[in-house]
């Protein structure tokens, strides 16, 4: 059972790391930038010549540094909307857990109903009402995707509310807080860190989606959603901007998958045992 | 069962309570008023506006008021396509959602459960890898980047299929948008399938139904397909959520005037109570689909049953 054994895992890990150091790097190699518009290259199709590797958009805009600066949105919402998820999760969870009895059942019960339902509408909602901003993209996906985070550190608090450290914490008198900051959580952090790698391609998922209706991030700002939306309004002659965007994304999502599930194979053979 | 069924009714009616509560707090935090315009209109006149969608009484009231509509099945009026209420607007663009929604569950199921038992039957063979790379492509992959490489493969290059709704007429129509919206949930029902179908397989009855001489095709149709049906089974109430969430984006890509396309534009134009609406029927529908599902479970499932 070595996670960094299995081949997928291996190359997964490397293009992702690949793809992200790219997106950070890249933008500088370019003579272009993610702004600049002209009007005397609009829709060429990728070529060397005039370091247009990607081609250019509609409104002339290099596709190569534009992607690559998707890549950085989408990366950058998904990374912190998972630690807004992993924070509420295991705030709520660890409560939960540690409070025990009559106070968990309810919570967990809450916990339960949320997750019948179709949250991304929601998402939607707060999108509607509110000012579209990076902020409310973050918040809005973290408060999507702490529930199975609430629900695994609930599982791990139960057992070490068992153990003598715990016990002996709550014997001589320490507050209830305190036994979650200082007890609690450093116990739940391998298992966190590795459930918020599970927690990024949903984020990364959920961005895109918004970005893809234009209820995400706003021009001239751009995520690979918008990138993929623009791509389906020039298909008919310009297939590159659908398609370059429409591969990173793939990409990326599968190399998150294969590590997530290499994780969770992990996992559950630890349970098991 | 009934009773059972009637109980667990019941207790989906807090969280229905809870789910409408919510929508229209949000609705309703909101900073300013549905009607800030540009223009500014005479104090008269906004009072009667906000008298006339009741936004000058106070909060529970409103509340009360949007409730006691709900159970009449009066959603309010529009605030954007001012003549019609969104119960109207709700009600014509439905049914085509649903129809699409329930052709790509089935295909989903079908193609996923034969897929999923095909590579239960013959693991770790070549066909095997195949069916499960495709599947994890296809989980990985996001609807909105599927149905426009579809598209832009099977109707722009190939121009087999039509790329949109309203430019053609018939079953033709229906094969991409269907096609897009079940590929993911044929994914996950394959690799479900297939890694209950391995488990059930092993298991003692199947050996002994085996020793005594049934043939391959009659154990899965006789014994194995209905105990490893049930992780489907539950896998039915994300799909569907899934589903709906697709069919915003498939109505979007195909122009198709569906309940999905009619959120996708309220949401644009910020016609709250369309959304508001919406957001409510989402979420009934699915609750009440799970509700579905659970009693089917316990139906098919007599371990359950008994309880």
Redesign the interface.
Known sequence: MNVAGSKTVRVSAWLLGGIVLLAFVGPWLSPHDYLQTDFEQILQPPALANAHVFGTDDLGRDLFVRTMHGVQITVLVAVVASIVSLVIGVLYGAVAGLAGGRIDAVMMRFVD?LY???F???V????????RNFLLIFVAIGAVNWLDMARIVRGQTLSLREREFVQAAQLTGVSFGKIITRHIAPNLLGIVIVYVTLTI?QAI?VE??LS????GIQEPQTSL?AL??G??NQ??GA?WM??IP?AM??LI??C???LG?AFRDLFDARQSR | MLRYALLRLLGAIPTLLLVIALAFLMVHAAPGGPFDDERVLPPEIEANIAAAYQLDQPLPQQFLHYLSGLLRGDLGPSYRYRDRTVSELIGSAFPLSLQLGAMAMLLATVVGVSAGTYAALHKDSLLDRIVMTFAMTGISIPVFVIAPVLVLLLAVQLQWLPAGWTGSTGIRRYILPVVSLALPQIAYIARLTRASMIEVLESDFVRTARSQGLGTAAVVRLHALKPAMLPVLSYMGPAIAAILTGSVVVEEVFGIPGLGQHFVRGALNRDYTLVLGIVIFYATLVLLLNLLVDLLYGAIDPRIRRR
């Not at chain 1, 939607?124 to 000012?131: G, N």
Request: overall charge negative; proline content about 5%.
């Open positions: 109903t019948a339902l179709p991304i509408f929601f939607i909602l707060l999108m509607v009402v509110f000012e391609p998922l895109s989606f893809f209706l234009g209820l959603g993929v939306d791509g389906v298909m008919e297939a659908l398609l429409a994304l793939a999502l599968l998150f998958n294969f599930d």
